[in-house]
C-alpha cells in the first residue's frame, strides 16, 4: 500500500516563509507531486520531483530526499491568495493512480 | 478552452434518486479518473480508465457505474442515491507517455457537487 503523512494545518503571515513536510511509504516509488487547491476550487498542479535535491519554480520550491522517503513544498514570500490546501501525492506505474496525503491548510494572515 | 469540463457544477437530490454527472477533456489525454472528495478534503480516487478500458476501481460500491464512450469523455452514474454520496466529485485526465507514463501531472475538472437530502 502506500501512505503519505503531511501537516494537516499551517497558519503564516504575508511574506512569510512556509514549508509544507511529506513523508511517504510506498512500494515502486517513482516521486513526488505537489498540488494547490482554493476553496471551492479545483486541485492544480504545481511539481513534480523525480530525482533528489530541490525544484525551483518561482516563489514555490519543491524537495526530495529519496533516502529519507521525504519531501517538503516551500512557499516563499507568502501572498494571501496562498491560502488554499496543498497536497502531496505518489503516482503508480503498473494502474496510472495517483494516491494523494490528506493535504495542508495554509492560512495566510495580514 | 476548457481542459476538463464536468455538468453539473451542483446537483441536489433525494435518497433513493439515480443521477448522472458528465466529464469531458479536450487534452487529448489516454487516462480519465474519478475521485471523490468528502468534508474533510481527502480526495480519493475511484476509478481509472486507460482508454476507455476500467484500470482502477477502488471498492466503490456497485451503485456507481462509470462508462466512457470514447478517450474523452467518462460519464459516472449513481444509483439509489444514500446521504453518504454527499461530497464534490472530481473528473481528471492525464496524459500517458511522458516519464514511462506516470500520471504524476493531473488535470482536474472543476468539480460536481453532490447533496443528498
Known amino acids: 500500500g502506500q501512505s503519505l503523512e503531511q501537516p494537516s494545518e499551517v497558519t503564516a503571515v504575508e511574506g512569510a516563509i512556509v514549508q509544507i513536510n511529506c513523508t511517504y511509504q510506498t512500494s515502486g516509488f517513482y516521486g513526488l507531486s505537489w498540488y494547490q487547491q482554493h476553496d471551492g476550487g479545483a486541485p492544480t498542479f504545481l511539481s513534480y520531483n523525480a530525482l533528489d535535491g530541490l525544484e525551483e519554480t518561482g516563489r514555490f520550491s519543491s524537495f526530495l530526499s529519496r533516502s529519507d522517503s521525504y519531501g517538503y513544498l516551500l512557499l516563499q514570500e507568502l501572498q494571501m491568495k496562498d491560502s488554499a490546501s496543498y497536497f502531496c501525492?505518489?503516482?503508480?506505474?503498473?494502474?496510472?493512480?495517483?494516491?494523494f496525503g490528506a493535504g495542508t491548510t495554509v492560512t495566510v494572515r495580514a | 478552452d476548457t481542459a476538463v469540463s464536468q455538468t453539473p457544477k451542483y446537483l441536489v437530490t433525494q435518497m433513493g434518486n439515480d443521477k448522472s454527472i458528465k466529464c469531458e477533456q479536450n487534452?487529448?489525454?489516454?487516462?480519465m479518473y474519478w475521485y471523490k472528495q468528502d468534508s474533510k478534503k481527502f480526495l480519493k480516487i475511484m476509478f481509472s480508465?486507460?482508454?476507455?478500458?476500467?484500470?482502477i476501481n477502488e471498492t466503490v460500491p456497485n451503485r456507481f457505474s462509470p462508462k466512457s464512450p470514447d478517450k474523452a469523455h467518462l460519464n459516472l452514474h449513481i444509483n439509489s442515491l444514500e446521504l453518504g454520496d454527499s461530497a464534490v466529485y472530481f473528473c481528471a485526465s492525464s496524459p500517458t507517455g511522458g516519464l514511462a507514463g506516470l500520471p504524476y501531472e493531473q488535470y482536474f475538472g472543476p468539480g460536481t457537487r453532490l447533496t443528498v437530502t
Open positions: 487534452l487529448g489525454h489516454d487516462t
Open positions: 501525492a505518489v503516482p503508480r506505474l503498473n494502474d496510472y493512480k495517483l494516491s
Open positions: 480508465y486507460n482508454n476507455k478500458e476500467l484500470i
